[in-house]
């Protein structure tokens, strides 16, 4: 599944038993996979400092969730042509150990394997200001996926607005790609070529009589160029001072005159426009032969599958995930930049869930900051009903009141503002890594 739990419970001898039997039973009837899920000691501060980022995380959590869920369907749209490959596309930054910070992992391995980055996001700043490093860089990715998307959606709405001119009837679609110089008589003063959308039933009869609709027309001047379903589009050659009656006569006939100038640099420009958004179009995404394979690297107990950027087979050294990004051979400018950002909002997003369960654990079990934080993987959906009573039975010491309302929906949890089904004896905090659906 791609279902997580982040939960926590004080780190007393008591808990930490607690803790240890959760893992005996979860192990023993297979409903999880359990890992630690290690946070570092922050600046904690004052109590209400604390109430306050709880709920700016709260907010900055669902924030980061949607924008990442917004990213990812950016890649479906950008990879059209091969959407059986955009899950291999949506991956992290390494981040496990020192050794593969330069490699791409999945996205499971990833949480599973979390280790917060101090680089990025110093834990001995205060913990307003690492949350507020987090908001101003998902504010920027969001900024910046508005503009991305903005510009590509009006590169396909323009290159629609092309393909749907070649796509009509022979009365309303582009004829640039039907007609060619040969076809008419031009630069002369006296004559004209015109085009005549004829109904197929009336072919015989165009033959015998468009020669006699008016006076001054070119003998043998008719020729077809095109059709569809319904007719055909004649060319025919007449004296300009009879265009008029021609049209009238041709009406009458049920033949239409299409209006129509042969601009020899019209239908170029307008030709190379089409060449041109559809190699913008296609550019945005080239099917990446970079990131495309499975590793093999594994952890004990644990599968990871692991991508090199630049080279499929071995990391290249002294280079920047980002150098490496933008060596991905046969990717389009789009696609690439969606891909490095998806990764950074990504590990942004599961650190504002480390700070969530830290918040709230220090809010739930007091100072000084003593609790451990575990990683639940539930095995299956069906599961889930079973393992969250295991979690309730085991915990139920941490908070009596709200064990016993979990089981009786109706009885209310003095002071606390959430309904039961938000709220449990224990930290809890859940992850969907179901991001396409």
């Known amino acids: 599944m791609s279902e997580f739990w982040l939960i926590s419970a004080p780190g007393d001898k008591e808990n930490l038993q607690a803790l240890e039997r959760m893992n005996t039973v979860t192990a023993k009837s297979n409903l999880s996979y359990n890992t630690k899920f290690t946070i570092p000691d922050f600046k904690v501060g004052t109590l209400d400092s604390l109430v306050g980022l709880s709920d700016e995380l709260a907010k900055l959590d669902i924030f980061a969730e949607s924008l990442i869920r917004r990213m990812a369907q950016s890649v479906v749209e950008v990879m059209e042509d091969a959407k059986g490959k955009v899950q291999e596309n949506l991956l992290a930054n390494g981040g496990l150990k020192e050794k593969m910070k330069c490699l791409k992992i999945d996205l499971t391995s990833f949480v599973t394997h979390f280790e917060w980055d101090m680089a990025k996001y110093p834990a001995k700043q205060p913990l307003v200001s690492v949350v507020d490093t987090l908001a101003k860089q998902l504010a920027q990715i969001e900024t910046d996926l508005k503009s991305r998307t903005a510009a590509y959606n009006t590169l396909k709405t323009n290159l629609e607005n092309l393909e749907k001119k070649s796509m009509g009837n022979l009365f309303t679609r582009t004829l640039s ?42 003998p043998r001047s008719t ?24 049209k009238t006569k041709a009406k009458e006939n049920k033949f239409t005159v299409r209006e129509f100038y042969y601009d020899e640099k019209e239908i170029k420009r307008e030709r190379e426009e089409m060449t041109r958004l559809l190699s913008d179009k296609k550019q945005q995404y080239q099917t990446s032969c970079v990131a495309l394979k499975k590793g093999s690297s594994t952890f004990p107990d644990h599968k990871v599958k692991v991508t090199p950027l630049g080279n499929p087979d071995r ?22 930049w969606l891909k490095v950002n998806f990764s950074e909002a990504f590990i942004a997003w599961i650190h504002i869930k480390a700070l969530r369960v830290f918040v709230e654990s ?48 109706s009885v209310e949890i003095p002071g606390l503002q959430l309904s039961t089904q938000d709220y449990f004896p224990y930290v809890y905090f859940h992850i969907d890594l179901s991001l396409l659906d």
């Open 223 to 246: 020729k077809l160029i095109a059709e569809d379903k319904e007719g055909g589009l004649f060319t025919v050659t007449l004296f300009r001072k009879v265009i008029d009656d021609f």
């Open 362 to 409: 220090v809010l739930r079990y007091g100072l000084p900051v003593n609790f451990q934080a575990v990683l639940l993987q539930p095995h299956k959906k069906s599961c889930t009903k079973r393992l969250r009573e295991v979690l309730n039975s085991v915990f139920r010491h941490l908070d009596e009141v709200a064990a016993a309302s979990i089981l009786d929906a």
């Open 315 to 336: 990391p290249t050294a002294g280079q920047s995930d980002r150098e490496r990004e933008s060596e991905g051979e046969g990717e389009g400018p789009l696609l690439r």
């Open 177 to 218: 790609d039907i007609v060619s110089k040969e076809d008419f008589v031009l630069d002369s003063e006296y004559l004209i070529t015109l085009l005549v959308i004829v109904p197929k039933p009336s072919y015989v009869q165009w033959q015998k009589t468009y020669e006699s609709l008016s006076d001054m027309v070119v």
